[in-house]
Every structure is written in structure tokens, then in C-alpha cells.
């Protein structure tokens, strides 16, 4: 059972970059995926980026590659999700969870139903 804690949000302005944290412990497997997902007010979890523990290999969402990128630290037991060039529309909690994940060939996958463990969240407020 992964406990997973997320931390970096804050407020910053459009165009700049953030650096969220998502610390993980309780499980030492690596057959699964990290990944990191955000949720605005009336607005459904939507997956941002993940990454299997097994292989490092990432998978980004369309809609924020390019902009964010998602990095594992194994010493520090943390996955970091760097947003950079930040718009209004990236203002939302973001949460990190924990799914089981097995394939080498297929990238983990973005859909919140798989993923458990969840954090408290950390919240981003984009404002000019």
C-alpha cells in the first residue's frame, strides 16, 4: 500500500514554472505507475503524466506536452511533475496516485479509475 504526499503547489503568474512534489513510501514494488493528475472546481480528475517504476519511462498527456515533464528521484523516493510556460488553465488541485502496471512495451496509463493511494492534493492558482 503506497502513502503518497504531494507538495510544491502554490500561486504564480502565467508563463512561469512550478515545481510540484509527490513523496512516495509504503511499498517497495516497482511494478506500478506514479502518476500525477489535477482537478479543477466542476471539473472532472483529468491524468496529466505517469510514470512506471520499473522502467522510468513517462507518458504525458496531449494536452500539457511539451510543457510539463515528469522525473523520478529513486534516492528521495519522489516523482516530480516540472510545469513550465503555465496557463490559466492549468490552475487546479494536482494529485498524485498509485496504479498496479506490468507492461514494458505499453506506457502506464492516464485514466483516474486505475489509480489509487491518493495524496491530500496540492493546489496550483494561476493569477496575473
Known amino acids: 500500500q503506497f502513502h503518497l504526499v504531494e507538495s510544491g503547489g502554490g500561486l504564480v503568474k502565467p508563463g512561469e514554472s512550478l515545481r510540484l512534489s509527490c513523496i512516495i513510501s509504503?511499498?517497495?514494488?516497482?511494478?506500478?505507475?506514479i502518476g500525477w493528475f489535477r482537478q479543477a472546481p466542476g471539473k472532472e480528475r483529468e491524468g496529466v503524466s505517469c510514470l512506471f517504476l520499473a522502467t522510468n519511462v513517462p507518458h504525458v498527456a496531449d494536452s500539457v506536452k511539451g510543457r510539463f515533464t515528469i522525473s523520478r528521484d529513486g534516492a528521495e523516493n519522489t516523482i516530480y511533475l516540472v510545469m513550465d510556460n503555465i496557463e490559466t488553465d492549468d490552475a487546479a488541485t494536482y494529485y498524485c496516485?498509485?496504479?498496479?502496471?506490468?507492461?514494458?512495451?505499453?506506457?502506464?496509463?492516464?485514466?483516474?479509475?486505475?489509480?489509487?493511494?491518493w495524496g491530500q492534493g496540492t493546489q496550483v492558482i494561476v493569477s496575473s
Open positions: 509504503g511499498s517497495d514494488s516497482n511494478y506500478y505507475a
Open positions: 496516485g498509485a496504479a498496479p502496471w506490468s507492461s514494458l512495451q505499453v506506457p502506464c496509463g492516464l485514466a483516474s479509475s486505475a489509480y489509487g493511494s
